[in-house]
């Protein structure tokens, strides 16, 4: 059966480390970057977009920010999504 599945999304969220965090603006509120969000896309690679919350407090409103192209980024992304790899390998069936 395992052949004729159709598994439409795999995602994950990570929590950016402090030290890797930074801020960005989106229609003139700046928010400070705390989530990764991580899909695997049909063709094995991956991609990610950020999330957070405006630096002024509040909630704000869910909006989705570019990775900025850094090492440690990169890092943290492709160390996350071989995380989640062997967590899912490691699965004990439905609890």
Known sequence: MSGDLEVS???I???????LRWTDT????????TTLNIRLLPD???AAKAYGRPVGGGRG????FPVPD????AALVAD???RAGALWAAHRGLG
């Open 13 to 19: 969220n990570v929590t950016i480390p402090r030290e």
């Open 70 to 73: 850094r090492r440690e980024l």
């Open 44 to 46: 094995g690679h991956l």
């Open 80 to 82: 996350a999504a071989g």
């Open 26 to 33: 989106r229609r003139g509120e700046t928010f400070t970057l």
């Open 61 to 64: 409103t869910y909006v989705s």
């Open 9 to 11: 999304a795999l995602a």
